[in-house]
Each structure stands twice: as structure tokens, then as C-alpha cells.
Nanobody, 117 residues
Framework: QVQLVESGGGLVQAGGSLRLSCAAA????????MGWYRQPPGKQRELVAA???????NYADSVKGRFTISRENAKNTVYLQMNSLKPEDTAVYYC???????????WGQGTQVTVSS
């Protein structure tokens, strides 16, 4: 069983910053691809950023240059630093863990991010 707990969401004004954290209670964190997804109101869940076991990253075009994903294997934690936030970044943000990068993976409960204009 894999447990993922997100934190760091909240209400912020446009142009502000937030840092999301996802702590994983599992022994397989270091061999897993970690991702952040988001689901805006009334829309489908979408990939925001992902980071491989080797530190390789990829980002959605909409967040490139503003968001940074990182991981700290010693703490079984993945982070999402979000800068220059926009109202369209408003969504529930979910952490995802994919063992060895395969399959649907495991999901956290989500954390709400609201950006006011």
C-alpha cells in the first residue's frame, strides 16, 4: 500500500507563489516516477510536471518557466514550486507515484490551489 499526502495548497493572488509538497509513505519512492497533475473545475485531470528517478523533468507547456518540480529521495518527498501564478492555475493538485514509471500509479488526496485575480 502506497500513501501520498499533499500539502501546501491555498489561496494566493495572481503573480504570487506557492510550494506544494507530497510525502510518500513507501519504500519504492526512489525507483518511481513522480508527477503532479491538476484538475480545474469542470475539466479533466492533466499532467503538470513529472520527474524521473534520474532527475529528468518534463512540464506542460502552460507552466514552463513558472513551475519547477524537484524530488528529495532521502525524505521520500516531491515538490512543486509554483511562481507567477495565474487565475487559470486554479485547480485541485494531485501527486502521483508510478513504480518504475509504469501503470496508472498511486494518487494522493489532492490539495486545492486557488489564484485570485
Amino acid at each position: 500500500q502506497v500513501q501520498l499526502v499533499e500539502s501546501g495548497g491555498g489561496l494566493v493572488q495572481a503573480g504570487g507563489s506557492l510550494r506544494l509538497s507530497c510525502a510518500a509513505a513507501t519504500s519504492i519512492f526512489s525507483i518511481s516516477v513522480m508527477g503532479w497533475y491538476r484538475q480545474p473545475p469542470g475539466k479533466q485531470r492533466e499532467l503538470v510536471a513529472a520527474i524521473t528517478t534520474g532527475g529528468g523533468t518534463n512540464y506542460a507547456d502552460s507552466v514552463k518557466g513558472r513551475f519547477t518540480i524537484s524530488r528529495e529521495n532521502a525524505k521520500n518527498t516531491v515538490y512543486l514550486q509554483m511562481n507567477s501564478l495565474k487565475p487559470e492555475d486554479t485547480a485541485v493538485y494531485y501527486c502521483n507515484l508510478k513504480p518504475a514509471g509504469y501503470g496508472p500509479g498511486y494518487w494522493g488526496q489532492g490539495t486545492q490551489v486557488t489564484v485570485s485575480s
